[in-house]
Structure formats: structure tokens, C-alpha cells
């Protein structure tokens, strides 16, 4: 067990939705990071709170925003959904914000968007 | 930005035998190179990293070897077993970015 908890596990919905995933770093964690793992595209780098604020952004799409609150714990939402959004989301985290710092990655939530 | 390339990208070995994946990284400037393995359901969990000072990090039946100047980095896992089946990732860390760049993975087969 990483210590990192995501729900939910499993999510589907309908094109044009919007659905919220949900994060919770290990304690003491201050950095959270949301990653995409599609088949054909692998693991993708969102973006990255730490404390808070938001720290880097990758290849995250405009209909996807995230937030990271006081008690740490973040969210990530996607909206006016599409076909490709498919796919298995991934939370990690890390103590600091360092880039040699060690990821612990949460089980994932799959999306499925119908 | 750093662009990393993993191979295999499916590798099938006898339980017993050695399984090495192969990674090689784009930026000079990369100083960090973890290992990760994905287990079915599950998410990523570090096995083992190795960063720019080192050449070589082992760990009982896990290491891993760093050429800076060939910019590739390698997994080695010895006498396998059949836990040993999974989705490995190799990554990097730019030297200007925080966040890590993931190879496309390779799935290990230790077959019994």
C-alpha cells in the first residue's frame, strides 16, 4: 500500500459529462501529481500542486482543471468529456517538489467515457 | 523537452533466467532515473532509482546501470520469478523540470 488513496475506482459516464476524481497524499506528502495512462499514449504528466499551489503543467487539456486544497488532498476535473478521455488517471506524491524526488502512486481511477 | 525511449517492449523469459529493459533519454541535463513496476490493477510503485553521480545501483536481485555519456540507462533483474511478471517503466527527470518523463513500458513475462 503506497499510502495514496484515489476514488473512485472505477467511473463511467457519457460524452459531454463532467466528472471530479479525488486524491489523498501520503501523510506528510506535500506535492501531488496527476498523471494519464492510456494504451496508446502511456503514462502522460498532467500537472503538479505542491502546498497548494500549482507547480507544473504538462499535456493537461483546457476542459481538465485540478486544485489541491489546505488539507493537501486534490482533485482533478474533467469536463464536456469525449471518447478519448478514456482512460486510467493516476495520483502520486512526493514530500517536496524536488525532480529527484520519489513518486508514490495511488491505485488509479479508470474512466471509461461512453 | 527530454523524450525517453524504452525496449523491449514485451520480453518473455524462463523463471530463473535474467531480463534486462533498456532505456535511453534525450537531455544531457537529466540527473534522475528511477524504475518503476505496474502490477495488473495497480498503480506504479518505485523499485528502484539511480541519479547522474552513480553508474551502477543494485539492490538483491535488481540493478540498474547509468552510461551518461551514451545517455541509456538499464534494468537488470536476476534469477527471476514469476512476481517478477509485470509492466515496467523506466523514467527520467529533465534538469529543468520536476517532473518525470515515463518510457513506454515493457511487459515481463517470467514464465514457470
Known amino acids: 500500500d503506497s499510502g495514496v488513496t484515489q476514488t473512485p475506482k472505477h467511473l463511467i459516464t457519457a460524452t459531454g459529462q463532467r466528472v471530479t476524481l479525488r486524491c489523498s497524499p501520503r501523510s506528510g506528502d506535500l506535492s501531488v501529481y496527476w498523471y494519464q495512462q492510456s494504451l496508446d499514449q502511456g503514462l502522460q504528466f498532467l500537472i503538479q500542486?505542491?502546498?497548494?499551489?500549482?507547480?507544473a503543467k504538462g499535456n493537461i487539456l483546457e476542459r481538465f482543471s485540478a486544485q489541491q486544497f489546505p488539507d493537501l488532498h486534490s482533485e482533478l476535473n474533467l469536463s464536456s468529456l469525449e471518447l478519448g478521455d478514456s482512460a486510467l488517471y493516476f495520483c502520486?506524491?512526493?514530500?517536496?517538489?524536488?525532480?529527484?524526488?520519489?513518486?508514490?502512486f495511488g491505485s488509479g481511477t479508470q474512466l471509461s467515457v461512453l | 523537452g527530454e523524450n525517453v525511449e524504452q525496449h523491449p517492449s514485451t520480453l518473455s523469459v524462463q523463471e530463473g533466467d535474467s531480463a534486462v529493459i533498456k532505456c535511453t533519454y534525450s537531455d544531457s541535463a537529466s540527473n534522475y532515473f528511477p524504475w518503476y513496476k505496474q502490477e495488473l490493477g495497480k498503480g506504479p510503485q518505485l523499485i528502484i532509482d539511480?541519479?547522474?553521480?552513480?553508474g551502477e545501483k543494485k539492490d538483491q536481485r535488481i540493478a540498474v546501470t547509468l552510461n551518461k555519456t551514451a545517455k541509456h540507462f538499464s534494468l537488470h533483474i536476476t534469477e527471476t520469478q514469476p512476481e517478477d511478471s509485470a509492466v515496467y517503466f523506466c523514467a527520467a527527470v529533465p534538469g529543468s523540470a520536476r517532473q518525470l518523463t515515463f518510457g513506454s513500458g515493457t511487459q515481463l513475462t517470467v514464465l514457470p
Open positions: 539511480i541519479r547522474s553521480n552513480v
Open positions: 502520486a506524491s512526493s514530500l517536496s517538489t524536488g525532480g529527484g524526488e520519489k513518486l508514490f
Open positions: 500542486y505542491y502546498n497548494g499551489e500549482e507547480r
